[in-house]
């Protein structure tokens, strides 16, 4: 299966100017937390989550309006190709730890967004004798990856 297959094509995405106002109320519109970003030449430059959006306003003495996304995006952005196969989607989201990639042709223009909760709707069981082209337990698999939290180790100090 290839990614293309199992995307959300023309979904909603943010300019890199727009405020946080905006960017909220596509979100609500889409019914969605993650906007990819782009910039003037309509590239994916990055991505906002609802989360981003909270933790900003919740730290600043500021309005949506006021703060612009360019302040909150994160830059480092997984994405994966229309073309790819839906295993190389999988696996950039376990490397990454993040549940949603922009899908972005080879000159980085946004052509969708792969969730997921796309590859859970698409996902098979394994049963006896068959093998799934997507497997449920992968998908799970590869969600518990994402989703595992590093807790910090602490130290004991040594008694003297």
Request: proline fraction near 5%; hydrophobic fraction near 40%; aromatic fraction near 4%.
């Amino acid at each position: 299966m290839k990614v293309k297959e199992a995307m959300m094509g023309t979904p909603y995405h943010v300019p890199l100017e727009a405020n946080l106002g905006m960017a909220t109320e596509l979100m609500w519109k889409g019914n969605c937390g993650f906007l990819p970003v782009v910039d003037a030449e309509k590239k994916v430059c990055g991505v906002i989550t609802d989360r981003d959006i909270c933790v900003a306003l919740g730290t600043r003495n500021q309005t949506a309006g006021q703060v612009r996304v360019e302040e909150v995006v994160q830059r480092k952005v997984y994405a994966c190709n229309p073309e790819d196969d839906i295993h190389v989607a999988l696996q950039t989201m376990r490397e990454g730890h993040v549940r949603r990639l922009p899908v972005v042709d080879f000159s980085g223009n946004l052509t969708g967004v792969v969730s997921m909760d796309d590859l859970l709707l698409r996902a098979e069981p394994d049963r006896a004798g068959r093998e799934p082209e997507l497997s449920a337990d992968e998908v799970v698999r590869g969600y518990r990856t994402i989703m595992k939290k590093d807790l910090p180790v602490s130290v004991k100090k040594a008694v003297a």
